[in-house]
């Protein structure tokens, strides 16, 4: 069981010149593995894990081009971080395992069950879509990550710009100290690389699903009502769960729902389809 500050043990999956850092809590329980969104991290994750720990061997991965995972992978598509959650699971987790995304997560993880539902359990997606993103919204957000002033020279300063959200905590929270200064472990440019393959919709894949799936959404989140209904409507098979007053990043705040819901789905008996 890890509680409290105790340090996660890293593990290491190596995979066509791609390293990725997995943080490993080394509980007892059946596996789940979680993948953050973009320009996150596995440590974002870290409240959810240790909520988790006492019942579950929880793996938080650093998705390639994010966190200590190679940070400027040659291939951003959504075959190679498919390809490296099986990898993983394979590997680390002896699927098959409850698999958990936020954002891009959650739609790594979507894809992920749709080619491998063997190795997946059952499903979370927070604040995840089939529906494909606007073009713009790649641009929109590489430009943002670009305009950081970077090396910021204290974690302070990193947090006067980025803001008093939750959001810009956990990500001057997740700067790397250099000699020059503090510098986020993502680069902008790989970010919007990352952004164009998710621009194609995965409605194939999402109304194909064979695994048990939890769409969870926030009431101040990233998707509007009808792009929420789409989903439903594409498949009404799948489980839902609303968080009232939260954000995209619903996994943050320390008095989420978010873990509660989490725990319950992963907890009770399978569900039919």
């Not at 007892?28 to 320009?39: D, E, R, T």
């Amino acid at each position: 069981m890890v509680a409290g500050n105790t340090p996660v043990p890293s593990r290491w999956v190596h995979r066509e010149g791609v390293d990725l850092h997995v943080l490993d809590t080394a509980g007892a329980g059946p596996p789940v593995v979680v993948l953050h969104g973009l320009a996150g991290s596995a440590r974002e994750f870290l409240p959810t894990a240790r909520a988790l720990a006492p019942l579950f061997r929880v793996f938080l991965v650093d998705q390639r081009g994010h966190g200590l995972s190679t940070t400027r992978p040659g291939d951003t598509s959504r075959a190679a971080f498919v390809a490296d959650t099986v990898a993983v699971i394979e590997e680390l987790a002896e699927g098959p395992v409850r698999l958990v995304g936020h954002s891009m997560g959650a739609h790594t993880a979507l894809l992920t069950a749709s080619a491998r539902p063997d190795l997946v359990d059952r499903l979370v997606m927070l604040e995840g879509h089939a529906g494909g993103d606007d073009p713009e919204t790649a641009r929109r957000i590489g430009r943002s990550l670009a305009s950081w002033p970077v090396p910021f020279p204290n974690r302070e300063a990193a947090r006067a710009f980025l803001g008093p959200d939750v959001l810009s905590e956990a990500w001057a929270a997740d700067l790397e100290e250099t000699p020059e200064g503090f510098v986020p472990l993502f680069d902008p440019a790989v970010m919007e690389a990352i952004m164009e393959g998710l621009q194609k919709p995965r409605w194939p894949e999402w109304e194909g699903l064979e695994v048990p799936t939890l769409a969870v959404f926030a009431e101040c989140g990233l998707f509007t009502d009808s792009q929420v209904r789409e989903l439903f409507e594409r498949r009404p098979t799948t489980h839902r769960a609303d968080l009232e007053e939260e954000f995209h990043d619903a996994h943050l705040p320390p008095e989420s729902p978010w873990i509660p819901v989490l725990k319950e789905w992963l907890t009770k008996p399978l569900p039919a389809m």
